[in-house]
């Protein structure tokens, strides 16, 4: 199973970027957990400065907007 996290402030954008990475990893029939944070303290911890940023089994792989499918399907296939 792999683990994201969507970090945010919990806008639209960060809700749409969850939303993505379920649709995709059902459609791909792989198993995610998808959560979402929106603790300033926890984000910073991260080092990222913009949002929504996501997360993939504890590394950033993206951040400052909503990811391009592709760049989901590379992290559903690693």
């Known amino acids: 199973m792999k683990s994201f996290k969507v970090l945010g402030s919990g806008s639209k954008n960060c809700f749409n970027t969850a939303k993505l990475i379920e649709e995709k990893a059902t459609a791909w029939g792989v198993a995610v957990e998808v959560e979402k944070v929106t603790d300033?303290?926890?984000i910073l911890?991260?080092?990222v400065m913009s949002t929504p940023c996501v997360v993939l089994d504890g590394m950033v792989v993206y951040a400052g907007e909503i990811p391009q499918t592709e760049k989901i399907e590379?992290?559903?296939?690693?």
């Not at 590379?74 to 690693?78: C, H, K, N």
């Open 45 to 47: 911890g991260y080092g």
């Open 74 to 78: 590379i992290g559903l296939r690693s």
């Open 40 to 42: 300033m303290a926890t």
